[in-house]
């Protein structure tokens, strides 16, 4: 997706959303605002138990072909449909590529996710595997493949990490390896993500889901974060996940260097172990975080 020739902030559609949403979106605007990033949102109001999405938040993101939205709760029981797979479905967001850092900034590897429901096809089944690999494994013999089934997976991600690179894995697998790797990597607070329409190259990390025109980033993992009241009411949900999606939505606009700048500042905070949320082992709140990155961005 290039750039405007004359260097005119690009629109994002911004979706707050439920629980700590509002929290952690308003942390991203903060540190959007102080680093002069070349983007302005148009926000919207959409929760989960609503019955569909709004057709002018539709409409925005179709237009921006770019979103950046916090989490909206899914419902229990029947009546009202999750509003993000809706997103994914009427956007054709078939992948959903997920990147874990280990302790951070150690080692990390990606889980691709096939975001197709139940059905799993050889078109659906091909092009998640063409954009693993940017190829068909048989294509490029100089690429390891192995298989693995999801149970042993999750032990072996557990017990001994590093021996992971690149996972394909179907929907309902790669959300049991998400969330998994997550807790090793430092919890749902720290996994960036997001739902992409577009391929990638190999300097784009974190999560994204893939298709062919749009990009949705979020929060990697949430694992119940979402409705954590404590978390909302002491407001000390961890911001980092989402300004590391936000600097790779800025990496996908194509502006390296203020994702480079952004990911360097948050990577700073949390090495120097001073500002932390409690998921972390620290005390801080969500707006002491904001505020160290933001001291960092320098």
Same mark, same amino acid.
């Given at each position: 997706?290039?750039?405007?020739?004359?260097?005119?902030?690009?629109?994002?559609?911004?979706?707050?959303?439920?629980?700590?949403?509002?929290?952690?979106?308003? $942390?991203?605007?903060?540190?959007?605002?102080?680093?002069?990033?070349?983007?302005? &949102?148009?926000?919207?109001?959409?929760h989960?138990?609503? %019955?569909?999405?709004?057709?002018?938040?539709?409409?925005?993101?179709k237009?921006?072909?770019?979103?950046?939205?916090?989490?909206?709760?899914?419902?229990?029981?029947?009546?009202?449909?999750?509003?993000?797979?809706?997103? *994914?479905?009427?956007?054709?967001?078939?992948?959903?590529?997920?990147? &874990?850092?280990?302790? &951070?900034?150690?080692?990390?590897?990606?889980?691709?996710?096939?975001?197709?429901?139940?059905?799993? !096809?050889?078109?659906?089944?091909?092009?998640?595997?063409?954009?693993?690999?940017?190829?068909?494994?048989?294509?490029?013999?100089?690429?390891?493949?192995?298989?693995?089934?999801?149970?042993?997976?999750?032990?072996?991600l557990?017990?001994?990490?590093?021996?992971?690179d690149? %996972?394909?894995?179907?929907?309902?697998?790669?959300?049991?390896?998400?969330?998994?790797?997550?807790?090793?990597?430092?919890? !749902?607070?720290?996994?960036?993500?997001?739902?992409?329409?577009?391929?990638?190259?190999?300097?784009?990390?974190? !999560?994204?889901?893939?298709?062919?025109?749009?990009?949705?980033?979020?929060?990697?993992?949430?694992?119940?974060?979402?409705?954590?009241?404590?978390?909302?009411?002491?407001?000390?949900?961890?911001?980092?996940?989402?300004?590391?999606?936000s $600097?790779?939505?800025?990496?996908?606009?194509q502006?390296?260097? &203020?994702?480079? *700048?952004?990911?360097?500042?948050?990577?700073?905070?949390?090495?120097?172990?001073?500002? *932390?949320?409690?998921?972390?082992?620290?005390?801080? !709140?969500?707006?002491?975080?904001?505020?160290?990155?933001?001291?960092?961005?320098?």
């Open positions: 997706m290039p750039r405007p020739g004359d260097g005119a902030p690009r629109p994002v559609t911004l979706i707050p959303g439920d629980g700590i949403g509002p929290l952690v979106t308003n $942390a991203v605007e903060q540190v959007m605002e102080a680093m002069h990033a070349p983007v302005y &949102f148009e926000k919207y109001e959409v989960g138990d609503m %019955m569909r999405v709004p057709s002018e938040v539709m409409e925005s993101i237009k921006n072909k770019v979103c950046l939205k916090g989490g909206l709760t899914t419902p229990m029981g029947g009546g009202v449909s999750s509003l993000n797979v809706q997103l *994914r479905k009427e956007l054709d967001l078939y992948a959903s590529l997920c990147s &874990f850092v280990l302790d &951070f900034i150690v080692h990390g590897f990606h889980n691709l996710q096939i975001n197709k429901l139940r059905v799993i !096809t050889k078109f659906c089944s091909e092009r998640i595997a063409k954009y693993a690999f940017e190829e068909v494994a048989t294509k490029y013999p100089g690429i390891k493949y192995n298989e693995i089934i999801v149970d042993n997976c999750c032990m072996q557990v017990s001994k990490p590093e021996q992971f690149v %996972m394909v894995t179907p929907n309902l697998y790669g959300n049991l390896v998400a969330n998994t790797a997550a807790g090793i990597a430092g919890g !749902t607070g720290v996994m960036p993500g997001g739902f992409a329409l577009w391929m990638m190259n190999a300097t784009d990390r974190h !999560t994204c889901n893939v298709g062919a025109d749009h990009a949705i980033f979020e929060q990697g993992a949430s694992a119940g974060n979402v409705g954590n009241e404590n978390l909302l009411e002491q407001k000390t949900a961890n911001p980092v996940a989402l300004l590391l999606s $600097a790779m939505m800025l990496r996908h606009l502006f390296p260097s &203020f994702a480079d *700048r952004l990911e360097t500042a948050v990577k700073l905070v949390i090495s120097e172990g001073r500002y *932390r949320t409690k998921d972390l082992g620290g005390s801080s !709140t969500t707006q002491e975080v904001v505020d160290a990155v933001i001291g960092a961005l320098d």
